[in-house]
């Protein structure tokens, strides 16, 4: 099984600072060796699954073992994981999770002041989903999800 957690980030044009392009910066980390790094633009490199796949064959890739990607959930990031290997398993990573935990909690606490109830049900469920989460109980996570958004005002927030 090898690991490979990709990011992307915007980078403003130094020549035109109303263009920005996107960095894509990533690491792999194989069972037995070193771990290696690799760096593209996404956009310009014409072929950033060649890269990628090229990057991991380095480090001893074949094409039947097992692949996780560790991602920040992007669209671009994604998607390019799904192209290399499709029946990947992609894994968002923890500091993209609690960013998106903070932003339903700042609308639950905007939540509270309008409907009290509501608002405080709401920050219950996401500290007990953040728990369950900080702790690797994925499955109560994922009911507690399930939970709120059936029954919460913040449901269009995990959609």
């Known amino acids: 099984m090898m690991v490979i957690s990709l990011d992307g980030g915007y980078i403003r044009d130094w020549r035109d600072r109303k263009r920005n392009f996107e960095l894509i910066v990533g690491r792999s980390m194989p069972e037995e060796g070193e771990a290696r790094y690799i760096g593209f633009v996404h956009g310009y490199d014409r072929k950033p699954q060649r890269r990628i796949i090229d990057h991991l064959?380095?480090?001893g890739f074949q094409a039947d073992q097992d692949l996780t990607f560790?991602?920040?959930?992007?669209?671009?990031v994604r998607a390019l994981a799904e192209r290399i290997i499709s029946c990947s398993e992609h894994v968002l990573d923890w500091f993209h999770i609690t960013m998106r935990i903070t932003v339903l909690r700042q609308?639950?606490?905007g939540l509270v002041q309008h409907d009290k109830d509501?608002?405080?049900e709401a920050l219950d469920e996401l500290r007990r989903i953040k728990w369950f989460l900080w702790h690797g109980n994925t499955y109560r996570a994922r009911e507690?999800?399930?939970?709120?958004c059936?029954?919460?005002k913040l449901s269009t927030?995990?959609?």
Do not use: L, V
């Open 57 to 59: 064959r380095r480090q």
């Open 70 to 76: 560790i991602t920040d959930g992007g669209d671009e």
């Open 107 to 109: 609308f639950a606490q």
């Open 118 to 120: 509501a608002g405080t």
């Open 144 to 148: 507690a999800i399930d939970t709120c």
């Open 150 to 152: 059936s029954t919460s």
């Open 157 to 159: 927030g995990f959609r």
